[in-house]
């Protein structure tokens, strides 16, 4: 047997929960009856992947044989809506006797869900409900900022077990409009594609400079220009940018310096302070930088990464 | 002459140096007479060359003015410039058709000045649907730079799988879940929009379109008992579901009759298209009509 197809295998084996192990394993009908009542499913899981292995090695398993293994452990993803509102709902109202949930399903397979929150003894606060977007078969949800912070977990654990995943992370991301926090989570801010049916060619640009200028005046660093206009486009493309307000740098690090014996450079203890760029629109603003003469092209990676690493909230320290 | 006259020498030297100074000065005086000669002989040269010049330009003039008088007067020059720019418009026309008709291979591309832009163009059953790009970038690791896929295609685990180590198992791998999705998407979008009559409920349906349940009704208006469906499709790169069950809302025990039909309909949604299926619903009853009437 290839080591390929080995490792492939062990891969895939290591994917499967112990309980699933043995339905998925007749399912394949690979190994016989008799090779799998050798194994002992009771002991640890890798020593388990390593006897399946060594049973997989005797009977030669091909790459066709494997790829049929993949394929019959694909975890699908069966989202069932009338599923997840009854175990979401369930999960909230086990943990807190008084909540209220409501939900509201949208054309873009988005459900959205409106909580307000009680505890054991008191009634849910309908003044101060938390409002939840969820975005069925996609591993994301958007939460309005509203929730005091003992709900919060309660909610990700709700989120999470209804919509069946194993875990919930936060992003750092934050904004007052969803359509842009939607277009930077799902990668879909730039929706224009080089076809053969273009009308335009994307190779002209328009300098944004007055072509139609006296002649008699000329740019003497149009070269620059151009320099910033080529680096500037291919930075942030020519699409609309994602509308963001806010973008934060909580920096803690070591103070730099090229004088010798500067006092600041002295320190152990790195420097903590909070930078916080605010803006109507942020992402826009931040493209003109250069073009207007305010900034260098190339910006700063940690300006220009926003959109890509889909944060807007940074915590810097010294490697 | 002073100087006694010396035997020989002193003479005779003396007077060949005036027979050389004589024939000296008669050649001085004899070659502007030649130069003369030489500069008239030229200065005819020059006239006549002059004169040749002259004819020359003169027939060049007239050529050209003859070749304009053509021009202005005969069409054939001009036609033959139109033809040329005809011929080359067509062939350009040509050239975007078949760019466009790549469309329906289902995989095309167009280079980037990164990489290249891919194309998927899906269908089903002769349908053209939905297009999605991927923008890849040519580099080490290749990558992805942006694309149109829908969020809930597994795009990052097919693209964990083989986008490095190949790429055309990338590609197909990616078409397929797309094509299927296209195709469940039609199958479910002709269902909701062609045989709405047949259903009692609204479609219940998921973003991946792999789990459908609809209710629905043979003879609508009718006094039967609805359907209950419900259709899994575990397997994303198929267009047919792998589950099938179909329940009758009655809550009483079915008749043989109606146990067969409900057996039956559970069958053909797992072997046929599902507008398909109810295309054969709607022609029954139109049977069945006219055989009633």
Same mark, same amino acid.
């Not at chain 1, 799902?186 to 190779?203: I, R």
């Not at chain 2, 002769?126 to 969020?151: A, M």
């Given at each position: 047997?290839?080591?390929?197809?080995?490792?492939?295998?062990?891969?895939?084996?290591?994917?499967?929960?112990?309980?699933?192990? @043995?339905?998925?394993?007749?399912?394949? %009908?690979?190994?016989?009856?008799?090779?799998?009542?050798? +194994?002992?499913?009771?002991?640890?899981?890798?020593?388990?992947?390593?006897?399946?292995?060594?049973?997989?090695?005797?009977?030669?398993?091909?790459?066709?044989?494997?790829?049929?293994? %993949?394929?019959?452990?694909?975890? +699908?993803?069966?989202?069932?809506?009338?599923?997840?509102?009854?175990?979401?709902?369930?999960?909230?109202?086990?943990?807190?006797?008084?909540?209220?949930?409501?939900?509201?399903?949208?054309?873009?397979?988005?459900?959205?869900?409106?909580?307000?929150?009680?505890?054991?003894?008191?009634?849910?606060?309908?003044?101060?409900? @938390?409002?939840?977007?969820?975005?069925?078969?996609?591993?994301?949800? &958007?939460?309005?900022?509203?929730?005091?912070?003992? *709900? @919060?977990?309660?909610?990700?654990?709700?989120?999470?077990?209804?919509?069946?995943?194993?875990?919930?992370?936060?992003?750092?991301?934050?904004?007052?409009?969803?359509?842009?926090?939607?277009?930077?989570? &799902?990668?879909?801010?730039?929706?224009?594609?080089?076809?053969? *049916?273009?009308? @335009?060619?994307?190779?002209?640009?328009?300098?944004?400079? %007055?072509?139609?200028?006296?002649?008699?005046?000329?740019?003497?660093?149009?070269?620059?220009?151009?320099? +910033?206009?080529?680096?500037?486009?291919?930075?942030?493309?020519?699409?609309?940018?994602?509308?963001?307000?806010?973008?934060?740098?909580?920096?803690?690090?070591?103070?730099?310096?090229?004088?010798?014996?500067?006092?600041?450079?002295?320190?152990?203890?790195?420097?903590?302070?909070?930078?916080?760029?605010?803006?109507?629109?942020?992402?826009?603003?931040?493209?003109?930088?250069?073009?207007?003469?305010?900034?260098?092209?190339?910006?700063?990676?940690?300006?220009?990464?926003?959109?890509?690493?889909?944060? *807007?909230? &940074?915590?810097?320290?010294?490697? | 002459?002073?100087?006694?006259?010396?035997?020989?020498?002193?003479?005779?030297?003396?007077?060949?140096?005036?027979?050389?100074?004589?024939?000296?000065?008669?050649?001085?005086?004899?070659?502007?007479?030649?130069?003369?000669?030489?500069?008239?002989? /030229?200065?005819?040269?020059?006239?006549?060359?002059?004169?040749?010049?002259?004819?020359? =330009?003169?027939?060049?003039?007239?050529?050209?003015?003859?070749? =304009?008088?053509?021009?202005?007067?005969?069409?054939?020059?001009?036609?033959?410039?139109?033809?040329?720019?005809?011929?080359?418009?067509?062939?350009?026309?040509?050239?975007?058709?078949?760019?466009?008709?790549?469309?329906?291979?289902?995989?095309?591309?167009?280079?980037?000045?990164?990489?290249?832009?891919?194309?998927?163009?899906?269908?089903?059953?002769?349908?053209?649907?939905?297009?999605? $790009?991927?923008?890849?970038?040519?580099? =080490?690791?290749?990558?992805?730079?942006?694309?149109?896929?829908?969020?809930?295609?597994?795009?990052?685990?097919?693209?964990?799988?083989?986008?490095?180590?190949?790429?055309?198992?990338?590609?197909?791998?990616?078409?397929?879940?797309?094509?299927?999705?296209?195709?469940?998407?039609?199958?479910?979008?002709?269902?909701?929009?062609?045989?709405?009559?047949?259903?009692?409920?609204?479609?219940?349906?998921?973003?991946?379109?792999?789990?459908?349940? $609809?209710?629905? =009704?043979?003879?609508?208006?009718?006094?039967?008992?609805?359907?209950?469906?419900?259709?899994?499709?575990?397997? /994303?790169?198929?267009?047919?579901?792998?589950?099938?069950?179909?329940?009758?809302?009655?809550?009483?025990?079915?008749?043989?009759?109606?146990?067969?039909?409900?057996?039956?309909?559970?069958?053909? $949604?797992?072997?046929?298209?599902?507008?398909?299926? $109810?295309?054969?619903?709607?022609?029954?009853?139109?049977?069945?009509?006219?055989?009633?009437?």
């Amino acid at each position: 047997m290839d080591e390929t197809v080995a490792e492939f295998i062990k891969r895939t084996i290591l994917k499967i929960p112990l309980n699933e192990l @043995t339905t998925i394993l007749k399912a394949w %009908d690979f190994l016989s009856e008799n090779q799998l009542q050798t +194994v002992n499913f009771r002991q640890r899981k890798e020593s388990v992947v390593q006897h399946l292995i060594h049973l997989c090695e005797e009977k030669r398993a091909s790459l066709n044989d494997a790829a049929l293994l %993949d394929i019959i452990c694909e975890d +699908v993803d069966l989202f069932d809506m009338k599923q997840f509102k009854n175990s979401f709902k369930k999960i909230l109202q086990r943990a807190l006797k008084n909540v209220t949930v409501s939900f509201r399903e949208t054309e873009e397979n988005a459900v959205w869900i409106r909580i307000a929150w009680g505890t054991q003894y008191t009634k849910p606060n309908q003044y101060k409900p @938390t409002y939840v977007v969820y975005y069925s078969q996609t591993p994301y949800a &958007f939460k309005s900022s509203s929730t005091l912070r003992r *709900n @919060t977990p309660l909610l990700g654990q709700a989120l999470t077990v209804a919509s069946k995943h194993h875990q919930i992370v936060k992003m750092d991301l934050r904004s007052r409009y969803l359509d842009s926090l939607k277009a930077i989570v &799902f990668k879909q801010y730039n929706q224009t594609f080089e076809t053969h *049916n273009s009308a @335009t060619p994307l190779q002209e640009r328009s300098l944004g400079l %007055d072509i139609n200028m006296d002649s008699r005046i000329t740019h003497e660093n149009i070269v620059e220009k151009e320099r +910033v206009q080529r680096i500037t486009q291919e930075t942030f493309g020519d699409y609309p940018q994602p509308q963001l307000e806010f973008a934060q740098y909580k920096l803690e690090t070591k103070f730099k310096s090229d004088l010798n014996g500067s006092i600041l450079a002295e320190r152990e203890e790195p420097l903590r302070c909070l930078i916080k760029f605010s803006s109507p629109h942020l992402l826009e603003a931040l493209k003109s930088l250069a073009p207007a003469g305010i900034a260098d092209a190339p910006l700063s990676p940690l300006l220009t990464c926003i959109p890509n690493k889909r944060k *807007n909230y &940074f915590k810097i320290r010294d490697k | 002459m002073a100087g006694i006259l010396a035997p020989g020498l002193g003479v005779l030297a003396h007077l060949e140096r005036l027979e050389n100074q004589m024939s000296r000065s008669r050649k001085q005086s004899e070659e502007p007479q030649s130069v003369q000669a030489q500069e008239r002989v /030229l200065g005819t040269k020059i006239q006549k060359l002059r004169h040749l010049r002259d004819d020359l =330009k003169a027939a060049v003039r007239h050529r050209r003015g003859s070749v =304009k008088a053509c021009i202005a007067n005969v069409e054939p020059n001009q036609i033959v410039e139109v033809n040329e720019q005809e011929a080359l418009e067509e062939k350009l026309e040509n050239v975007k058709a078949v760019l466009q008709a790549y469309h329906f291979t289902g995989l095309s591309g167009k280079l980037t000045s990164r990489g290249v832009c891919v194309c998927i163009n899906t269908a089903f059953e002769g349908n053209l649907l939905d297009s999605y $790009f991927v923008d890849l970038v040519i580099q =080490k690791p290749l990558r992805i730079h942006h694309h149109s896929v829908p969020v809930f295609i597994p795009l990052e685990e097919i693209a964990a799988k083989y986008l490095q180590t190949n790429i055309q198992h990338f590609l197909f791998s990616l078409c397929e879940y797309l094509n299927a999705y296209s195709g469940r998407k039609y199958q479910a979008d002709r269902l909701q929009s062609d045989f709405a009559a047949l259903l009692t409920g609204p479609l219940q349906r998921n973003p991946l379109c792999n789990l459908l349940s $609809f209710t629905y =009704k043979l003879d609508p208006g009718g006094q039967s008992f609805p359907f209950c469906a419900r259709l899994l499709y575990k397997d /994303l790169t198929a267009t047919l579901p792998t589950d099938v069950t179909v329940t009758c809302q009655g809550g009483e025990a079915l008749s043989s009759s109606w146990e067969e039909q409900r057996a039956s309909h559970e069958t053909l $949604f797992c072997t046929k298209p599902l507008h398909q299926v $109810f295309a054969s619903f709607a022609r029954r009853e139109k049977l069945d009509m006219s055989l009633v009437s």
